[in-house]
DNA sequence: ATATAACTGACGAACGTTCGTTAAAAATTA
DNA sequence: TAATTTTTAACGAACGTTCGTCAGTTATAT
């Protein structure tokens, strides 16, 4: 399908340049055709722009979902520890995450409102199974008997840290490096000596 | 001077628009004059982005610096923690932090490496401070003892993670609550019982 | 033959930039 | 001090280019 083609394109060069530095002739150019042309397939930027963004979200969420529910839920630190993994390993497998990290927190301001809404949805769903995690690794004893909120907000921060260091992302040793400090000073902070 | 004012525009429209999506006119408009009048202060659009990036640079850096150099580094406690606060009462006061943020992460392209250049210089220079506080800490018996990088890295991963919250950001108490929670988490990382 | 999807051509609007000009302020000279 | 020159900072008009978009036409495929 060639509409995935132009998807495809606009996902890389809204990634890049951002919405308003994305232009439609550079995007119709990499699928190699002309702009107009675009118009057979998406009414026009926006559309196009707000398909783009479904897919990163599903992309997204239903990888997070998914780790999740077919993770046995008995070892908090391998659990833990690999979800750091997957958010690197869906970082570099696709485009979809820097993108998504991008017009999550520097949106065209005319669509603020309705990308905000897709954020808050994903995050609140993410939160919301974290937090049942935790709940019930503190009720086994597997980690520290605090609010809930703590571990869950601190692992949430986490995650944030290593996407920033992610999107920055020119030095890959610099990144390891960060990620098991912050790893690391986590779980001593979240587990049972 | 009106020089001041017209970067003052331009830091409001670089810092929700990013530099493609911020126009000459409006950053006029904004000061009272035309865009045509922008010339007579700076060579063009690159050269006024360039003046503000590095007024933003300037209040980032010795905003940091003074913090760590009037800091009594007896109790790390205090110490990092008001850190903490430091960059929330930078973000709040003014907008060059936010543009910085934005312009570490999603550079335009064709400055990419002008803008780079001045990121890590600032983040050398932050590292190798905060590496020498830590490192007289683990010390003083007051952090624990382990590589100096662990907490340091660990710590400016929290400090990541605070910025992105304060980016997002329309959500005090959730920003309150995500600060004690990696604050929490963290300290009871790196210190001793 | 009927859609679908590509094309060409053209549109108004906005972009950053350059030009020549004007009026006021500052500096220099008589 | 008064007259002159230079500098500064704003302007309107226009430049060439690119932008997103729309209309009409041709080619492709079911």
Redesign the interface.
Known sequence: MKSNEIKEAALKYFT??????ASLSQIAEEVGMRKQSIYAHFKGKDDLFLNVLRDAKETELTSKLQYFSKVDAENPEKDLYGFLQLIVDLFQKNEHVKFWL?M???P??HLEKAI?EEVVDIEEKVQVILEEKFQAWIDDGLI?KEEV??????F???V??????L??G?DQKRLN??I???W???????SHK
């Not at 890049?16 to 530095?21: D, K, P, R, T, W």
């Not at 909120?149 to 601190?154: E, L, Y």
């Not at 690391?184 to 979240?190: L, Y």
């Open positions: 890049i340049h951002g919405y308003e530095g991008r999550s927190f520097f065209p301001a905000t520290i909120i703590t571990p869950t907000f601190a949430l921060g986490v944030d840290s290593i996407m920033l260091e999107v920055y020119n490096d960060k098991a400090a912050s690391t000073v986590f779980w001593r902070g979240v």
